[in-house]
C-alpha cells in the first residue's frame, strides 16, 4: 500500500469588504438615535381632548397629570374628578392632588427624591377658556403645585 502524500495547501487570507455593512450601520444608528424618547412620561388622552401643536422638544418629568377636555370634565392621571364648576375652586381636585402628593412623598421617603414634588403636567383641549386654564392653575397652587407643564402635540 502507498501512502498517499499531500501536501497542505497554504491559505490565504480572505478580503472582506465591510463598506456597506458599515453604512448600513450607521443609518440603523442614526434611525434609533432620532426615534428615542429618554422621557418616563406616559401620557394616555382622554375621550373628547385635542391638544394643542407645539414646536418645543424639551421632555418632561413625571409628575400628576390633569386634563380638562371640551366640556370642561377634569381628570386626574385618567381618573374623573367631575366637571369645573361655574365659579368659585374646584375642592375635589385640591384634594386628590394634596393626596397625590402625600402618596408620592411617602414612597420617595428615605430616598434622594428623584422627581420633585411640585411640579404637576397639564393638557388642555387647545379651544379651551383661559379662565378654566387659570383656576385649574390656582387649585394646583393650593395643593402645592406650583411649577406647571403644559403638554401639548409636536409635529417631529
Known amino acids: 500500500m502507498k501512502k498517499k502524500f499531500q501536501r497542505k495547501r497554504i491559505r490565504e487570507g480572505v478580503d472582506v469588504d465591510i463598506t456597506s455593512l458599515l453604512d448600513i450601520l450607521t443609518i ?4 434609533l438615535l432620532k426615534s428615542y424618547n429618554a422621557s418616563d412620561l406616559k401620557l394616555d388622552l382622554t375621550q ?4 394643542a401643536q407645539s414646536e418645543s ?4 418629568r413625571f409628575a400628576p397629570v390633569i386634563q380638562v377636555n371640551k366640556e370642561a370634565m377634569v381628570f386626574l392621571n385618567n381618573k374623573s374628578i367631575g366637571r ?7 375642592t375635589m381636585l385640591t384634594q386628590k392632588l394634596k393626596e397625590e402628593r402625600e402618596k408620592l ?15 404637576v403636567n397639564l393638557v388642555f383641549d387647545k379651544e379651551m377658556d383661559y379662565q378654566y386654564v387659570q383656576r385649574i392653575m390656582n ?12 403638554i401639548v402635540k409636536g409635529n417631529y
Open 84 to 90: 369645573i364648576p361655574a365659579s368659585g375652586s374646584m
Open 48 to 51: 373628547g381632548l385635542e391638544m
Open 28 to 31: 440603523l444608528l442614526v434611525f
Open 57 to 60: 422638544k424639551a421632555m418632561t
Open 139 to 150: 387649585d394646583s397652587a393650593l395643593a402645592g403645585y406650583s411649577q406647571f407643564k403644559f
Open 105 to 119: 412623598e411617602s414612597q420617595s421617603q428615605g430616598k434622594k427624591a428623584a422627581h420633585p414634588n411640585e411640579l
